[in-house]
């Protein structure tokens, strides 16, 4: 299973961006989706997760209501719709894939599959 992360860039605070992350080689359908982000000098962190169903979503309490999480299994795609950036969103995003599971996981270690990462600078 190949992970390709896209979408990152440079953005105002207060902007908006897209990443996307489309999955191949395996049946991305039954895949619950994750993404998380390093910071420079900190350690990588959780930051939304759906699962295969779509059903069941997570975010962690720094992007909630500002991030959202979603998939379209025709595309084999997920995707992190980012909303009122901030300079804290500046980080490496990573999108992830757990191929066990029915709902949505936090853990790094429950996820089976890595993106490369899509660099994001929210600039002040």
């Known amino acids: 299973v190949q992970l390709q992360a896209s979408g990152g860039g440079l953005v105002q605070a207060g902007g908006s961006l897209r990443l996307s992350c489309v999955t191949s080689g395996r049946t991305f359908s039954t895949y619950a989706m994750g993404w998380f982000r390093q910071a420079p000098g900190k350690e990588r962190e959780f930051v939304a997760a759906i699962s295969w169903t779509g059903g069941s979503t997570d975010y962690a309490d720094s992007v909630k209501g500002r991030f959202t999480i979603s998939g379209d299994n025709a595309k084999n795609t997920v995707y992190l719709q980012m909303n009122s950036l901030k300079p804290e969103d500046t980080a490496v995003y990573y999108c992830?894939?757990?191929?066990?599971?029915?709902?949505?996981?936090?853990?790094?270690?429950?996820?089976?599959?890595w993106g490369q990462g899509t660099l994001v600078t929210v600039s002040s």
């Open positions: 992830a894939a757990d191929r066990g599971g029915w709902g949505t996981t936090r853990a790094e270690y429950e996820y089976d599959y």
